[in-house]
């Protein structure tokens, strides 16, 4: 490493700390979670924590300071709020004078699972569970400083003031990409942590011709890779884990010239409504060291799943260790199938259909889906919602972009690409219900294993999208949406409705 270039790293090392405890054990950092009052033993030797106001990510609350190509390679929309490097500065010298006199906690691993597009990441945090979190879902080998390091610093403690900073609360995330720093204050909840070193990836890997994916990946028995695509609670992490697979994970990946890698070494699962019964693979991964976030726990101190009372986004965060069907690797060959997971709240929207490369493009461009309830603060139910790349608030640079990426990588590998709605059936939100689990899970097992590619395809008369006829233990009335509709006439005023939304949202990114 060049000395101009340690300089600037060293500047990042907080000063007049009390102490620094570098990458303690799960139990250590358990240890002194509990000694401080951030959470409880569960029955099963989990931690259990409460993370206050902030139980979801705050979208009004994120920040990015640009550098000079950022500026017009990033999509400045309402979800990437632009901050003056002036104001940076002041926000950073504060929170590192937040931190004199602390005891800090630092994790020192790395993110992305390819040595050749790796970045290390040292997280210093004031919580000893956000450090916990950080050693599940990062990587943990540690390797030397160099250009390609993240420096996060986790504050929950540390307000920012909204006047004097220019910030919309007294919480901010700011990911400073000239720097390579990001800042954490006001919100507990550990989803900022992952989300916002994805977003810097998401940032650098594409002038590297690496697509960053939101997305889960599994691998069958003949080195066959899925990949699904989908915005929070749509489906990734449940589909991905499927025991005729191995995991190789699920929620972050990238695509390169030698196949697809996983960004992250752990998993942070919905847990709301978990059970053994409907999901053994994810539940049984929650065991001794594991995190749980805004779980309730019975008098016993066992987790009550079922209870929401905190917020519907309960969390359980352990590493890909843990994980019965984990493949043994993090990454895996060029994928066979895609899949895009929408959650359709009108309703209108087929369970399957069947793309050409062309139509992908343009659905990751528009990625209509549904936000559900939770992960974002303010979301209550389902809502409609067009986020571009299946993640549009972690996507920094324009949209066309990753979906040209994507275009020309499905068009090289060949790879067979399909739209699953995990969302609404038979009428909207309200009216209709969610398609179950177990009907899912059947579509996508021919997908994977082709058979779908038998049917006799059609094509829809509202959007457009190839659906097929009959595929074998669907039943026939819902693979054609009109069908299961009492109304007819509302469910073609609906789809059109919404076809043409789509139809300008791709547009919108084209130009
Ligand atoms: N048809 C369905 N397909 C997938 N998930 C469903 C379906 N119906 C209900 N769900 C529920 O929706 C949630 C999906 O969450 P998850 O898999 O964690 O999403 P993601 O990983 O994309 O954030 C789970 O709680 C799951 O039980
Ligand atoms: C953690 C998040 O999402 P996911 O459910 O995709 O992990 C998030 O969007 O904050």
């Known amino acids: 490493m060049r000395g101009d270039e ?43 924590v409460r993370t206050g106001k902030f139980t979801g990510r705050s979208p009004n609350d994120r ?74 879902l990062f990587i943990n080998s540690e390797n030397k400083i160099t250009k390609n390091s993240f420096t996060m610093f986790v504050l929950p403690g540390f307000s920012v003031d909204p006047e004097t900073d220019k910030t919309n609360s007294d919480a901010a995330i700011i990911l400073n990409l000239k720097e390579k720093t990001i800042i954490i204050s006001g919100s507990m909840y550990c989803g900022e942590i992952k989300k916002a070193i994805f977003t810097c990836m998401n940032y650098f890997l594409p002038e590297k011709e690496v697509l960053p994916m939101h997305c889960s990946a599994n691998i069958g028995k003949n080195n066959d890779v ?14 991905s884990n499927d025991p005729e697979r191995r995991l190789i994970g699920d929620d972050e990946h990238g695509w390169s010239e030698n196949g697809i890698f996983n960004f992250e070494g752990g998993c942070y699962a919905k847990c709301i409504n978990l059970s053994r ?142 739209l699953l709605n995990t969302g609404w059936i038979g009428g909207s939100f309200g009216i209709g219900k969610r398609i179950d689990i177990k009907t899912t899970r ?17 094509k829809d008369k509202y959007f457009g999208l190839t659906i097929p006829e009959y595929l074998e233990g669907i039943p026939a009335e819902i693979l054609n949406p009109i069908n299961s509709w009492e109304n007819k006439d509302e469910y073609a005023k609906k789809a059109l409705e919404l076809a043409k939304k789509i139809e300008s949202q791709i547009k919108k990114h084209k130009e």
């Open 226 to 239: 899925a990949l699904f695509f989908g915005l929070s609670g749509t489906g990734k992490t449940t589909l």
């Open 6 to 48: 340690l300089k600037t790293m060293s500047n990042f090392i907080p000063k007049n700390v009390r102490s620094i405890k570098k990458n303690l054990s799960v139990p250590e950092l358990i240890e002194i979670a509990i000694k401080n009052g951030e959470g409880v033993l569960t029955s099963k030797g989990s931690l259990c």
């Open 442 to 458: 059947r579509i996508v097992k021919h997908i994977i294993e082709g058979t779908i590619e038998n049917s006799k395809f059609i």
């Open 63 to 136: 920040f990015i300071v640009y550098d000079d190509i950022s500026k017009d390679t990033v999509d400045w929309g309402k979800i990437n709020l632009p901050l003056p490097e002036e104001n940076y500065k002041i926000i950073k010298s504060k929170a590192l004078a937040y931190m004199q006199n602390k005891d800090i906690l630092e994790f020192s691993g790395c993110v992305g699972s390819d040595p050749d597009y790796q970045f290390n990441v040292r997280v210093f945090c004031e919580y000893a569970f956000s450090a916990l979190f950080s050693k599940f």
């Open 277 to 418: 019964e409907n999901e053994p693979i994810i539940y049984n991964s929650i065991k001794f060291g594991s995190l749980l976030e805004n779980v309730i726990l019975t008098k016993d101190r066992t987790p009550d799943y079922t209870d929401s009372s905190i917020t519907e986004n309960t969390r359980a965060a352990y590493p890909m260790k843990a994980v019965s069907i984990a493949h043994d690797k993090l990454y895996g060959p060029h994928p066979k199938c895609i899949v895009f997971l929408t959650a359709d709240a009108f309703g209108v929207m087929p369970p399957v259909a069947k793309l050409s490369p062309q139509d992908a493009r343009d659905y990751f461009l528009c990625g209509y889906t549904s936000k559900l309830a939770g992960t974002e603060r303010g979301i209550i139910e389902p809502q409609a919602t067009f986020s571009y790349c299946f993640g549009a608030p972690f996507m920094p640079r324009k949209p066309i972009e990753y979906a040209s990426l994507l275009e020309r990588k499905i068009k090289e590998q060949n790879v067979r690409i399909y």
